[in-house]
């Protein structure tokens, strides 16, 4: 069975400083896929980033970028330059290479950015 | 806007009613699935259709069903509702069946947020 932790329920950033929000999985599959979303207040679920498991380098989507340390099985989301905008949950995915493409979620992260 | 459009947005139902969520995918996809995230269980993943057949079953209850039509809209049926079933119901919609790990990210509808009272 595949699984993600995110372990920080809630974090505050400072406007314009950049934020790393953890993300950690486990599966025994050699082929999967990270995917982080986010969720603001008004409730729908926006992709950010994607990193497949044989991807030799980081992704990176403008102020986005995942740190994949494949060994310690885990997908960090690195936000530089936080906006009031980027107030929301975010949401660490996996998803399975065999399983379908359905995605397996970690509890989430609120991020915070103050003024 | 992700292009999966889905109605309605909100439903407000008393206990032991039924409801039909309905979603349509973007353009060019073949594949739905459908998220419930309630407070307690998080994000849970319900069930997949591919191009009118079912692909995969997860945590989806004996109540609940779903279907994909030949136009590719999909809805899920909720029966004999209970309190605990309030929660915000996404749809999602990729192009492939999910074979292999490629980054074919499931775009996701804004979700109908579905109270029991």
């Known amino acids: 069975a595949q699984k993600i932790t995110q372990t920080q329920p809630g974090m505050f950033v400072q406007e314009k400083e950049a934020v790393t929000l953890d993300c950690t999985y486990d599966t025994s599959d050699q082929s999967y896929g990270l995917f982080w979303y986010k969720q603001p207040s008004s409730g729908e679920m926006i992709f950010l980033i994607y990193?497949?498991?044989?991807?030799?380098q980081n992704a990176t989507e403008g102020r986005y970028s995942l740190n994949f340390q494949k060994a310690r099985k885990s997908a960090n989301l690195v936000i530089s330059a936080s906006q009031l905008g980027d107030s929301a949950m975010y949401f660490c995915?996996?998803?399975?290479?065999?399983?379908?493409?359905?995605?397996?979620f970690g509890g989430g992260t609120r991020l915070m950015v103050k003024p | 806007d992700s292009g999966v459009t889905q109605t309605p947005k909100h439903l407000i139902t008393a206990t032991g009613q039924r409801v039909t969520l309905r979603c349509s995918p973007r353009s060019g996809d073949l594949s739905v699935y459908w998220y419930q995230q309630s407070l307690d269980q998080g994000l849970q993943f319900l069930i997949q259709?591919?191009?009118?057949?079912?692909?995969a079953k997860g945590n989806i209850l004996e109540r609940f069903s779903a279907q994909q039509f030949p136009d590719l809209h999909s809805e899920l049926n909720l029966s004999s509702l209970e309190l605990g079933d309030s929660a915000l119901y996404f749809c999602a919609s990729s192009v492939d069946p999910g074979q292999g790990s490629g980054n074919t990210e499931a775009f996701f509808g804004q979700g109908t947020r579905l109270t029991v009272v």
């Open positions: 990193q497949g498991s044989y991807d030799e």
């Open positions: 995915a996996m998803r399975v290479g065999n399983a379908g493409n359905m995605l397996t």
């Open positions: 259709y591919y191009n009118g057949e079912e692909r």
